[in-house]
């Protein structure tokens, strides 16, 4: 089945008929930003110490990134199965020549479904930031909630911009265009087994040495 054929039966068959891929973005969008604002409204009298859990935490996401990106998204996983089927219907929908989004409903196949901001709230940050609340200090336990929840939106934000259309000012930010290159060449089938496992900052893929570049890659 050919991508355009692909796309237009998913997009037909599977959302619910009352999905709307904006309030899906906005849902995930405010309900990480509201966690951040109350954990970072109840950091006080920060220490230069207790700040450094800010790049810790953001350098153990990025690592935490390379490797749910090359294992349970990329292989299917015991009661992981949802993400691994978001990953295979994205990169079938999303392919290396139809890497843009075309209507709000193609969103279903492009973010992560809320229920996994849950899981990642509930089972992972929650967890860890009441542990640091216990063996460390309340400031700790909020700046790791708040830089957490801020990597998995940063995630989330920056994977929406690099499936703009080609024509989208998002796209004329050089920053960005550097980072959907990195993330266009992950969506050759022949590569992304192998190589730019990073979404948002290729970090990782450059130490672990799985970045690919090309010289010339295609905008569309």
């Excluded at 089945?1 to 995930?28: C, I, K, N, Q």
Aim: with cysteine; net charge positive; hydrophobic share 45%.
């Amino acid at each position: 089945m050919d991508t355009s054929t692909f796309r237009a039966e998913y997009v037909r068959d599977e959302p619910p008929r009352w999905y709307r891929g904006w309030a899906h973005f906005w849902l995930t969008s405010c309900a990480a930003v509201t966690v951040i604002a109350v954990c970072l409204m109840r950091v006080s009298n920060v220490t230069w110490l207790e700040l450094l859990t800010v790049p810790v935490t953001l350098s153990y996401a990025n690592l935490a990134e390379y490797i749910g990106h090359k294992g349970p998204m990329h292989r299917p996983f015991p009661f992981l199965s949802v993400i691994f089927r978001h990953t295979t219907v994205h990169h079938r929908f999303y392919t290396r020549d139809h890497m843009a989004y075309e209507g709000a409903r193609d969103f279903h196949a492009l973010l992560l479904p809320p229920s996994l901001l849950v899981f990642f709230f509930g089972l992972f940050a929650l967890p860890v930031g009441a542990l640091l609340y216990v063996v460390a200090t309340a400031n700790v336990a909020y700046l790791f909630v708040a830089s957490a929840l801020g990597y998995f939106i940063s995630y989330e934000w920056l994977h929406f911009c690099y499936h703009a259309p080609a024509g989208s000012l998002l796209l004329k930010i050089p920053f960005l265009v550097r980072l959907r290159q990195h993330h266009l060449v992950h969506h050759d089938p022949r590569l992304m087994s192998r190589y730019n496992f990073n979404i948002t900052v290729p970090l990782v893929d450059w130490l672990f040495g799985t970045t690919y570049r090309e010289d010339k890659i295609p905008t569309r």
